[in-house]
């Protein structure tokens, strides 16, 4: 049952207590205002008069102003978990207090206690959705806001009803003394939850002023379009909401003639209001949010104001009043304001309370002074029906602000993606870009052509070619005759940034320079800066390719001859480099032809790449594909679709750029790969443009077919207990075969339109913070298109279906993926599946030695066969062992075997010295069983430095400093190791990152380890 009522509630089995405590938490907060609201108002309209509520209003502002820049101050200087529980004692004593100071019966206490629960109101929502946002994310915020807010309304609802039989049974004055104990009650809640889930180590105390801790929100909230546009709105809305809550409440006491019946018609009206609004948060809210999103549903709200001024304008009366009022309530607690505070979940969680704070503070208030002011110069000057005019008025141009927040909310999830330092340097940053109108600074610059130093000189010529300084030109050209090689390469490049074509001749005179990189740099240049191509200038250019000592002096000259339009004499020297035996030969031949292929008159020989298409090294078959891009011949497309499925990832990504660049001729090929189970899929993915409108069909239909892949191997995730190594090695395999299927739809979605914003999303959902996650899945759901991210995010949040762990196996058995196979193999004798045995036996005709391997284990595990047992480590029993070692932990089950593959069992008998001190370092172990120490002997004297056991790897630091052997290792017992060679882990930290990552955590742990 209670599973049940979690899964219609959309709570997560581990939310169930947080909800609880925070839901409770709302119900007493606003059966309390609830209380307090209708008392005070009660008592200030028939005990002192609803003609000055204009005053009040403006009273009110300035009031809450005051208080909010406080408790917008104290959020940056106390712990939230102290802080708000002071808060709410303060209130509750300060309710006591003016209940006895009632018995002093001064007219004055009236407006200052309606004030001060007024003021309190807005303190204390402010808490509660402080609170809220403290323990939940921005999708947290979506699903259980709604639910928040309904508990909310529903203590509301109670409080409400209970206030004409409180006021009748205890007298009006005695609903304050409710109101406190339920403050009490808050406190204890607050408590409670703060312990529990509020982050640890939060407290922090303020070193700005209290100038800079008020100036907080308000510089975030200057900073943001989106919260600009807020705050705008903030001033509208609450002009709007007492210019419906004046009249209402001047219908009300002209109905009514005592206290008693005022308080009793109150909350009777707000009872009923507050039981509509809180079905409408529980069974609509939810269904709106996700229909229409979040700025939508607060564009409701302008909706729905413009509809009371009309109901006003036609039934001025109680009638009318109450159906207004009844519409802007159930509108804004029910939907809008939830949504409201839903979207100030995408501010970063140490500044939300500010802003927040901020905003309820400062705009809300100006707003409600401004409705103050209004309503007294309107309630002279106006009819009634002008004054509704001027309502609806406001609630158009409010409806504008809401309607250009769409745009700004779609940014700032966007922008909150890049808080989270996924791209640390922007590609389109220009530098010294700053620098460029500062007369000073370039002065500056221009005076380190001056220096002494060699490399002053050279970054100033550097720097003045990015600054694009032309006055610069002379003072530059001076360094052409500079002593040191390295300024005048640097001299020449500024020169052609600048284009100081009228230089060329003193360029080309360096073409003779003694040194390799000068000539090199003058040859880049001289085709920069264009030059007519001279007969003289071809001749000289001609003869540096030829007779030039220097091969990469010849290739660049080559390079500009056909830039300045002779191919023809280049062609026999390209031809003969790209068939040298040196590989940077090559790479550089080809990526002349890359640079050059536009201005070839004729296409080069395609015949000519073939080779280098299907070299060896990955280098030459990416410079090759770069090649081929600027090529004509059809046939070039086909040769680059099939490198899509090249086995190195870099050539994989070439492919795909020059396929991308091609754009209008590859994309049908590209699109063809979608309709089969092709590895290719990621690499197409990046292959195509995105916004295109032919690929969108396509696209859509494999969207929703990884979808459901996702959605099959989550169900078989979560139907897997980690029951043994094998099972839990197959649960990450799961884990990440439906992390790339949910990449590959984001993916997708960037391909409708907005790639870049898509791949932050991307990248956020895969990392560690929480925070980015749930902002990265409100994009989605804002940016993406609108059908596959309401696909996605479905995926992504529904709870994933359990099955029997038979059924699972099962399925994955006829998996088309080979290591999800084996992996379940494995997994059957560890989960005790005796009832799949015929299965096992069945893939015995499997071809794949590594499935065999498995099957042959799993079924002598089921005694089903006999199997002798092996001296040597299989490769899959390495493949398991290495992956239990952190080093090598992140790898993919493929890059496990090619590890397996290489390392060399060795065993080594007890009282062994495996290596010693001072021995070349070209070996690293991984113990596969025993134990070693690691002993350094200084000065005659041994010492142990650490004891290493089954799983750690040793000797690493003597591959990656290249220095002989820090220590000795000598086995405890017999020891068997896995050994990998210097150059083959030198490989593996190079291609894999990861590893490399990997090995320095290692490393310092082992350093502080050593330290204490």
């Given amino acids: 049952m209670r599973k049940r009522l979690l899964s219609v509630l959309k709570v997560r089995p581990e939310e169930g207590r947080l909800v609880l405590l925070v839901a409770f938490l709302f119900a007493c907060i606003q059966a309390g205002q609830g209380l307090g609201d209708n008392a005070a108002s009660a008592l200030f309209l028939l005990r002192f008069g609803v003609e000055y509520l204009p005053v009040m209003y403006i009273a009110a502002g300035l009031l809450t102003i005051c208080i909010t820049m406080a408790y917008s101050t104290g959020l940056s200087r106390f712990d939230k978990g102290q802080f708000f529980p002071w808060i709410i004692t303060a209130f509750a004593v300060l309710l006591v207090i003016e209940r006895l100071a009632i018995?002093?019966?001064?007219?004055?206490?009236?407006?200052?206690?309606?004030?001060?629960?007024?003021?309190?109101?807005?303190?204390?929502?402010?808490?509660?959705?402080?609170?809220?946002?403290?323990?939940?994310?921005?999708?947290?915020?979506?699903?259980?806001?709604?639910?928040?807010?309904?508990?909310?309304?529903?203590?509301?609802?109670?409080?409400?009803?209970?206030?004409?039989?409180?006021?009748?049974?205890?007298?009006?004055?005695?609903?304050?003394?409710?109101?406190?104990?339920?403050?009490?009650?808050?406190?204890?809640?607050?408590?409670?939850?703060?312990?529990?889930h509020f982050p640890k180590n939060r407290a922090t105390q303020s070193?700005?002023?209290?100038?800079?801790?008020?100036?907080?929100?308000?510089?975030?909230?200057?900073?943001?379009?989106?919260?600009?546009?807020?705050?705008?709105?903030?001033?509208?809305?609450?002009?709007?909401?007492?210019?419906?809550?004046?009249?209402?409440?001047?219908?009300?006491?002209?109905?009514?003639?005592?206290?008693?019946?005022v308080?009793?018609?109150?909350?009777?009206?707000?009872?009923?209001?507050?039981?509509?609004?809180?079905?409408?948060?529980?069974?609509?809210?939810?269904?709106?949010?996700?229909?229409?999103?979040?700025?939508?549903?607060?564009?409701?709200?302008?909706?729905?104001?413009?509809?009371?001024?009309?109901?006003?304008?036609?039934?001025?009366?109680l009638g009318g009043a109450a159906v207004a009022r009844f519409v802007q309530l159930v509108v804004l607690a029910g939907v809008s304001g939830t949504a409201w505070n839903a979207m100030f979940n995408i501010i970063p969680s140490q500044k939300r309370g500010q802003v927040q704070a901020f905003d309820s503070g400062v705009p809300s208030q100006l707003g409600v002074?401004?409705?103050?002011?209004?309503?007294?110069?309107?309630?002279?000057?106006?009819?009634?029906?002008?004054?509704?005019?001027?309502?609806?008025?406001?609630?158009?141009?409010?409806?504008?602000?809401?309607?250009?927040?769409?745009?700004?909310?779609?940014?700032?999830?966007?922008?909150?993606l890049r808080a989270g330092r996924l791209e640390v340097f922007s590609s389109n940053e220009t530098s010294f870009h700053g620098f460029q109108p500062d007369a000073s600074a370039l002065n500056v610059v221009i005076h380190g052509l001056q220096d002494s130093r060699p490399t002053t000189r050279q970054l100033a010529a550097e720097i003045l070619g990015k600054m694009q300084a032309s006055s610069a030109i002379p003072a530059l050209s001076r360094l052409l005759s500079d002593p040191e090689a390295a300024v005048r390469t640097s001299a020449i490049a500024a020169l052609g940034n600048l284009q100081a074509s009228f230089e060329l001749e003193s360029i080309i005179a360096l073409l003779k320079d003694?040194?390799?990189?000068?000539?090199?740099?003058?040859?880049?240049?001289?085709?920069?800066l264009h030059p007519s191509p001279s007969a003289s200038l071809i001749e000289n250019i001609s003869s540096v390719m030829k007779d030039d000592p220097a091969v990469s002096v010849q290739l660049q000259a080559a390079a500009t001859l056909i830039i300045l339009g002779s191919e023809e004499e280049s062609a026999s020297y390209l031809t003969r480099w790209l068939k040298?035996?040196?590989?940077?030969?090559?790479?550089?031949?080809?990526?002349?032809?890359?640079?050059?292929?536009?201005?070839?008159?004729?296409?080069?020989?395609?015949?000519?790449?073939?080779?280098?298409?299907?070299?060896?090294?990955?280098?030459?078959?990416?410079?090759?594909?770069?090649?081929?891009?600027?090529?004509?011949?059809?046939?070039?497309?086909?040769?680059?679709?099939?490198?899509?499925?090249?086995?190195?990832?870099?050539?994989?990504?070439?492919?795909?750029?020059?396929l991308r660049q091609r754009g209008q001729d590859s994309r049908p090929l590209v699109l063809a790969i979608f309709k089969t189970e092709n590895p290719a899929i990621d690499s197409a993915l990046d292959a195509l443009a995105p916004g295109n409108p032919k690929s969108l069909g396509p696209l859509r239909q494999f969207a929703m077919r990884e979808i459901e892949r996702a959605r099959t191997l989550r169900n078989q995730l979560a139907s897997l207990p980690p029951a043994g190594r094998c099972t839990i090695f197959l649960r990450d395999q799961l884990r990440t075969c439906c992390s790339i299927s949910e990449g590959r739809v984001i993916k997708t979605i960037g391909l409708f339109g907005d790639m870049q914003s898509m791949d932050l999303v991307r990248k956020s959902m895969h990392g560690s913070n929480p925070e980015n996650r749930a902002a990265a899945l409100e994009a989605l759901d804002t940016i993406g298109d609108k059908q596959l991210a309401k696909n996605i995010v479905s995926l992504l949040e529904e709870e994933p279906l359990r099955s029997d762990p038979s059924a699972a196996i099962e399925s994955l058995l006829?998996?088309?993926?080979?290591?999800?196979?084996?992996?379940?193999?494995?997994?059957?004798?560890?989960?005790?599946?005796?009832?799949?045995?015929?299965?096992?036996?069945?893939?015995?005709?499997?071809?794949?030695?590594?499935?065999?391997?498995?099957?042959?284990?799993?079924?002598?595990?089921?005694?089903?066969?006999?199997?002798?047992?092996?001296?040597?480590?299989?490769?899959?029993?390495?493949?398991?062992?290495?992956?239990?070692?952190?080093?090598?932990?992140?790898?993919?089950?493929?890059?496990?075997?090619?590890?397996?593959?290489?390392?060399?069992?060795?065993?080594?008998?007890?009282?062994?010295?495996?290596?010693?001190?001072?021995?070349?370092?070209?070996?690293?172990?991984?113990?596969?069983?025993?134990?070693?120490?690691?002993?350094?002997?200084?000065?005659?004297?041994?010492?142990?430095?650490?004891?290493?056991?089954?799983?750690?790897?040793?000797?690493?630091?003597?591959?990656?400093?290249?220095?002989?052997?820090?220590?000795?290792?000598?086995?405890l017992s017999d020891v068997r190791m896995l050994a990998i060679d210097g150059l083959?882990?030198?490989?593996?930290?190079?291609?894999?990152?990861?590893?490399?990552?990997?090995?320095?955590?290692?490393?310092?742990?082992?350093?502080?380890?050593?330290?204490?």
């Fill in 103 to 196: 018995l002093l019966s001064y007219p004055f206490l009236y407006p200052a206690i309606w004030l001060t629960v007024t003021g309190m109101g807005g303190i204390l929502g402010a808490i509660v959705w402080n609170l809220a946002g403290e323990v939940c994310d921005a999708r947290q915020a979506k699903r259980l806001f709604p639910l928040f807010t309904s508990a909310g309304i529903l203590g509301s609802v109670i409080g409400n009803a209970l206030t004409g039989v409180a006021a009748k049974l205890l007298g009006t004055d005695n609903l304050f003394i409710l109101y406190a104990v339920l403050l009490a009650v808050a406190f204890y809640l607050i408590r409670t939850i703060a312990a529990s």
């Fill in 207 to 261: 070193k700005n002023t209290l100038w800079e801790d008020l100036r907080g929100g308000f510089d975030y909230v200057r900073s943001s379009p989106l919260l600009r546009l807020v705050a705008f709105s903030s001033i509208l809305f609450s002009v709007l909401f007492f210019s419906v809550a004046f009249p209402f409440n001047k219908v009300i006491t002209a109905s009514y003639p005592d206290e008693a019946g």
């Fill in 263 to 317: 308080a009793g018609f109150l909350g009777l009206f707000n009872s009923v209001t507050t039981a509509a609004t809180f079905l409408v948060s529980l069974f609509l809210a939810n269904r709106i949010y996700t229909r229409l999103g979040i700025i939508n549903s607060i564009f409701l709200m302008p909706l729905a104001y413009i509809l009371c001024f009309v109901v006003f304008t036609l039934h001025y009366d």
């Fill in 369 to 416: 002074m401004i409705s103050g002011v209004l309503l007294i110069i309107a309630d002279k000057l106006l009819t009634v029906q002008q004054i509704f005019l001027m309502g609806t008025l406001i609630a158009v141009i409010c409806g504008v602000f809401v309607w250009r927040m769409r745009t700004a909310y779609a940014q700032a999830l966007v922008d909150a």
């Fill in 514 to 528: 003694p040194e390799e990189q000068v000539r090199e740099k003058a040859l880049m240049v001289v085709s920069q």
């Fill in 580 to 658: 040298s035996s040196e590989l940077q030969i090559r790479l550089s031949a080809l990526k002349i032809i890359a640079d050059t292929t536009t201005y070839m008159k004729s296409s080069f020989d395609m015949r000519l790449l073939e080779n280098s298409l299907n070299d060896g090294s990955p280098a030459i078959r990416r410079a090759a594909i770069f090649a081929l891009a600027g090529l004509k011949a059809g046939a070039i497309n086909e040769t680059l679709i099939s490198h899509l499925n090249d086995a190195n990832e870099t050539v994989r990504q070439a492919a795909a750029q020059v």
């Fill in 814 to 971: 006829k998996s088309t993926d080979p290591w999800t196979r084996v992996l379940a193999v494995c997994a059957i004798p560890e989960l005790e599946l005796h009832g799949l045995t015929p299965q096992l036996k069945e893939l015995t005709a499997e071809p794949d030695a590594l499935l065999q391997e498995a099957v042959q284990k799993s079924l002598a595990h089921f005694d089903e066969v006999n199997m002798d047992t092996l001296n040597t480590i299989s490769i899959l029993e390495r493949i398991l062992l290495l992956r239990e070692i952190p080093i090598f932990g992140g790898l993919s089950p493929e890059d496990l075997k090619r590890v397996a593959e290489i390392a060399h069992e060795q065993w080594y008998p007890q009282n062994t010295n495996i290596f010693n001190q001072g021995d070349e370092g070209n070996v690293m172990f991984v113990i596969v069983e025993g134990r070693v120490q690691v002993v350094r002997t200084s000065d005659s004297h041994e010492k142990v430095l650490a004891e290493r056991g089954p799983g750690d790897f040793i000797g690493e630091m003597a591959i990656i400093d290249s220095v002989p052997r820090f220590a000795t290792l000598h086995t």
């Fill in 984 to 1012: 083959t882990f030198m490989g593996i930290l190079r291609e894999r990152p990861e590893v490399s990552v990997a090995v320095l955590r290692s490393l310092s742990g082992r350093l502080r380890a050593m330290s204490m």
